[in-house]
Structure formats: structure tokens, C-alpha cells
């Protein structure tokens, strides 16, 4: 059963690049890793997912050592539309019991004008 | 794609009431959770469904709640009777498969408030 631990609250400002870093000391080696965004009033919303290395969308980067033992979300020159709550989930690809999809507190990112 | 649908979106009831929400997930996804989200935390997995199976209802309070997903689409989750800690946000979300590679789809969500 993969835990996670994130900062509780970041604060930033408009145009910076703001990193969020996820430990999960006891990740398998089936386990992928994947961020969430969510909004006040809203469900999550799906941000980015990756396995190993370096993954890179159009909203973000995730970053992830070889140990696998953290990531690294990188959300490049934020506005105040980026303030919400961030998760990072870990969860294996053969699927089955609960323990795959387990929300921690997220980390509530302020970004400031 | 249409997304996943809720509702009602808001329900106020005094304790001891019962209330029923309701799920439509995005076509095709075989696997509809139900989350519970307290006021500053992260959402609970309350239960899993694969098709019209339940795969995860360790999390349930099924002294009071229920849920039912007929012919593998939409689902109902019910409570009765509801407490004052039941007041929080019922998510339901979808995804194609049910392991945690794939990505969850999420609605906005039933707002509970239990007086």
C-alpha cells in the first residue's frame, strides 16, 4: 500500500515556475505515479502521469529519479488560475483493491499577483 | 466527450434523513468510483465498481450507506440515515479500466449538508 507525502501549502507568484515534490518511499515497481488538480466546487482533474524519467505536457512536467522514491511536478510560469489543491496518487497496473487509489491532503498552492 | 454527470449537485436534510445521488460515468468506462470528500481533505474511496461487480467496499459504512450500479452504467449511492459527519462532497468518477495506471475522470460532485 504506497503512501505519499506532500507539502501541505506553497505559495508563489505570477510567471514563476513552481515545483511540487511527492514522497513515496515505498512505491512497487508496478506502481505509475499521477497528479491531480482540483478547484474549489470541482472534482480532480487529471494533470499528468508517468513511470520513470521525465514526462512533459502541455500543462506540466514530472519529474521522477531512478529510485522512484519521489517526483517532482513542475507547473512552468504559473498564473492565478494554477491556485488549487494538487495531489500526486500512486497506484499499480494490474489494478484490484483499494490501496491502488488513495488521496493523501495535497498540497493547496496560493499563486499571488 | 460528454463528462461524467452528478446529482443533485447541492442537498441539505436533518440527520436521521436518508438521501440518494446519483452517477451517470463517460461511456465506455467500465469502472465507477465513489469518493467522499470532507472539507480540507482529500477524497475517500468509498467504493469500487467494475461493470455492475464491486471490486473495493472496505471503506463503506454499509450500516448506512449503499450503492448499486444496475446494467454496468449508472450508479446510485444512498444514505440512510445520515449523520451530522456525513456531510461532506460525494465525487463519483469513471475510468476505462480499474487499476491505478489509468486515469479518473471525475464529476463536480453532490453537495451534502446534514443538519
Known amino acids: 500500500l504506497a503512501k505519499t507525502t506532500q507539502p501541505i501549502s506553497m505559495d508563489s507568484y505570477e510567471g514563476q515556475e513552481v515545483n511540487i515534490t511527492c514522497s513515496h518511499n515505498n512505491i512497487a515497481t508496478n506502481d505509475y505515479i499521477t497528479w491531480y488538480q482540483q478547484f474549489p466546487s470541482q472534482g480532480p482533474r487529471f494533470i499528468i502521469q508517468?513511470?520513470?524519467t521525465k514526462v512533459t505536457n502541455e500543462v506540466a512536467s514530472l519529474f521522477i529519479p531512478a529510485d522512484r522514491k519521489s517526483s517532482t511536478l513542475s507547473l512552468p510560469r504559473v498564473s492565478l488560475s494554477d491556485t488549487a489543491v494538487y495531489y500526486c496518487l500512486v497506484g499499480d497496473a494490474d489494478g484490484g483493491s483499494q490501496g491502488n487509489l488513495i488521496f493523501g491532503k495535497g498540497t493547496k498552492l496560493s499563486v499571488k499577483p | 466527450e460528454a463528462g461524467v454527470a452528478q446529482s443533485p449537485r447541492y442537498k441539505i436534510i436533518e440527520k436521521r434523513q436518508s438521501v440518494a445521488f446519483w452517477c451517470n460515468p463517460i461511456?465506455?468506462?467500465?469502472?465507477l468510483y465513489w469518493y467522499q470528500q470532507i472539507l480540507g481533505q482529500g477524497p475517500k474511496l468509498l467504493i469500487q465498481f467494475q461493470n455492475n461487480g464491486v471490486v473495493d467496499d472496505s471503506q463503506l459504512p454499509k450500516d448506512r450507506f449503499s450503492a448499486e450500479r444496475l446494467k454496468g452504467v449508472d450508479s446510485t449511492l444512498k444514505i440512510q440515515p445520515a449523520k451530522l459527519e456525513d456531510s461532506a462532497v460525494y465525487l463519483c468518477a469513471s475510468s476505462f479500466l480499474g487499476t491505478g495506471a489509468n486515469v479518473l475522470t471525475f464529476g463536480a460532485g453532490s453537495r451534502l449538508t446534514v443538519l
Open positions: 461511456s465506455g468506462h467500465a469502472t
Open positions: 508517468g513511470y520513470k
